[in-house]
């Protein structure tokens, strides 16, 4: 999925800083570091989804969903979205639904 919007991106970036925060400091290390060692920038992560969410799962384990709702939440938040979490919803199909609610909020424009 490549994200063109630079306020998406930008937002999508800073959600994961935030989102994290519902983990332990070692834990944020830790999947800083596995960041590294798959080669992915934050800047990056916008076209690159499905890394990042292999890096969460690798890091996160059982609970890498709890880390994709808070990402996801914050996300949200922060294009001005309501959000609505579902069971078993990675970042991935969050972010395609925030990008398709976004343009529906846009004058003019609709499903």
Do not use: W
Not at 2 to 21: H, M, P, Q, W
Not at 88 to 106: P, W
């Amino acid at each position: 999925m490549r994200i063109e919007d630079s306020k998406i991106r930008a937002c999508l970036i800073n959600s994961i800083d935030e989102g994290l925060k519902v983990a332990d400091a070692d834990l944020i290390e830790s999947f800083n570091n596995n960041l590294e060692l798959v080669g992915l920038a934050k800047a990056d992560v916008p076209d690159k989804l499905e890394m990042l969410c292999a890096v969460l799962e690798n890091t996160f384990g059982t609970n890498a969903f709890t880390v994709h709702r808070a990402i996801a939440r914050e996300f949200y938040a922060t294009l001005g979205l309501s959000f609505e979490p579902f069971v078993g919803k990675n970042l991935i199909k969050y972010v395609a639904d925030a990008k398709v609610n976004r343009d529906d909020q846009l004058p003019g424009r609709s499903r």
